[in-house]
């Protein structure tokens, strides 16, 4: 039985500790579509059929039966930047498999032909306000660009960004905290989802976000 244990345990991907983040954050090779966390969130490009799902995100799709396919109109989830849409996945049954996290949270990103990675700064905002919103201290994201079609940038281009907007948007709540003003409780992390092979990428543009944080924040 403790072989078995051992084994399961090993099977798990193993996550990677950023130092000397203000919030704790750690990188997880794992697709958001096989996450348990309370909140997953995923980001979306303009619903239009130019934009194809690939990888986790057909996934995602399959997983949810679809549903991905059915919200991505231009009458319904527009897909625009910063447009969000909060998902409850059905529970599990015999007949479908659903997602193991508890919610969905996808946030648009606009036209997919004109991204530049620093539109993630605002994503990065959504991110942490929306997760405190829904009462979530510990959320999972992944970016989903790779997976949206767009390729031109580097996973640490994306993460940097990323991070530079949830990080700032944490000093903000800092500052509404001493005032007793703030909307919610506090995000205490962050779990940032990516491939296996673009860990090392993706921790570099992390720690560069973290870097280039001014000395208040750190």
Excluded at 68 to 92: M, S, V, Y
Aim: glycine content about 8%; proline content about 6%.
């Amino acid at each position: 039985m403790s072989l078995l244990l051992a084994g399961l345990a090993a099977a798990q991907p193993a996550a990677v500790d950023i130092p000397n983040s203000p919030v704790p954050i750690q990188i997880l090779a794992q697709s958001p579509a096989d996450t348990k966390t309370d909140l997953q969130i995923i980001c979306l490009f303009r619903s239009t059929p130019a934009n194809t799902l690939h990888g986790s995100l057909l996934e995602t799709n399959s997983k949810l039966t679809g549903l991905l396919d059915r919200i991505r109109k231009q009458d319904l989830f527009r897909g625009e930047l910063g447009e969000t849409l909060l998902i409850a996945p059905p529970a599990h049954d015999l007949k479908a498999r659903s997602l193991e996290a508890k919610r969905l949270l996808i946030i648009g990103l606009g036209d997919s032909g004109t991204f530049a990675p620093e539109r993630m700064q605002l994503v990065g905002e959504i991110v942490y306000w929306e997760a405190g919103r829904l009462g979530v201290a510990h959320p999972f994201f992944a970016p989903t660009i790779l997976d949206g079609g767009v390729n031109k940038f580097s996973t640490g281009q994306v993460a940097e960004q990323v991070i530079a907007g949830f990080l700032r948007a944490s000093a903000t709540n800092s500052v509404l905290e001493a005032s007793h003003a703030a909307p919610g409780p506090r995000v205490s992390a962050l779990t940032f989802l990516a491939g296996a092979k673009n860990v090392a990428s993706t921790r570099e543009g992390i720690e560069k976000a973290i870097a280039a944080l001014p000395r208040t924040h750190q």
